[in-house]
């Protein structure tokens, strides 16, 4: 079974720490892509990654780094968590070509920034 | 860019009577459609798609149907089970592009009262 795995499912940190995300990929899929989940709000692409070490910005990168050292993991960096970035996270990844389109999600990180 | 508008954002309704939820675009080149279902503590995992060479696609007791003259696309839902409780999301791009290009609407919360 397919399956994305985001490594920490809950964290609370303070403001101006540095967080790391994680997400691992077992399915040998190209393109990698980290959202923010927010209510009333829906989901809003922060980055993605078609191949290894290339990134490119979403919608709202701002505050917000990533990195793709290996083909299955993707981390998304939080330089100095603030509080309105407390949200819950979502990573996802897709095949390149006519599969591009199909998401497969991640449980989700729900990060608390006090 | 494309813009998804969903309604409603929560919908409450009888176990087994059928529930639909209402998607708009404003991008006339989008020609793919998928829908989105969350469950709690879980990512979202694509239900149902569509393409905009057909107006309606069926599997089991979901359906979608497509209007793309009028640029909107529903999902329905018959003899709805407490299992269906969920959150959904609809979204839309262009399927020749990545899933960079998705847009996703902010989701309704359907509930199934027992």
């Known amino acids: 079974d397919v399956k994305v795995t985001q490594s920490s499912r809950y964290l609370v940190k303070r403001t101006g720490e540095k967080v790391f995300l994680e997400c691992v990929q077992d399915?040998?899929?190209?393109?990698m892509f980290w959202y923010r989940q927010d209510p009333g709000l829906g989901l809003r692409l922060i980055y993605f990654?078609?191949?290894?070490?290339?990134?490119e910005k979403g919608d709202i990168p701002e505050g917000y780094s990533v990195s793709r050292e290996k083909k299955e993991r993707f981390s998304l960096i939080l330089e100095s968590a603030s509080t309105n970035q407390t949200s819950m996270y979502l990573c996802?990844?897709?095949?390149?070509?006519?599969?591009?389109?199909?998401?497969?999600f991640g449980a989700g990180s729900r990060l608390t920034v006090l | 860019g494309e813009n998804v508008e969903q309604h409603p954002s929560t919908l409450s309704v009888q176990e087994g009577d059928s529930a639909v939820i209402k998607c708009t675009y404003s991008?006339?080149?989008?020609?793919?459609f998928p829908w989105y279902k969350q469950e709690l503590g879980k990512g979202p995992q694509l239900i149902i798609d569509?393409?905009?060479?057909?107006g309606e696609k069926k599997d089991q007791r979901i359906a979608v149907t497509l209007n793309k003259t009028a640029k909107h696309f529903s999902l329905h839902i018959t003899e709805t089970q407490p299992e269906d409780s969920a959150v959904y999301f609809c979204?839309?791009?262009?399927?020749?592009?990545?899933?960079?290009?998705?847009?996703f609407g902010k989701g309704t919360h359907l509930i199934i009262q027992p």
């Open positions: 979204a839309a791009s262009y399927s020749g592009g990545g899933a960079d290009g998705l847009t």
């Open positions: 569509i393409r905009s060479n057909v």
């Open positions: 991008d006339s080149a989008s020609n793919y």
């Open positions: 399915m040998d899929h190209e393109n």
């Open positions: 990654s078609y191949d290894v070490k290339m990134k």
């Open positions: 996802a990844s897709s095949l390149e070509g006519s599969g591009a389109n199909v998401l497969t």
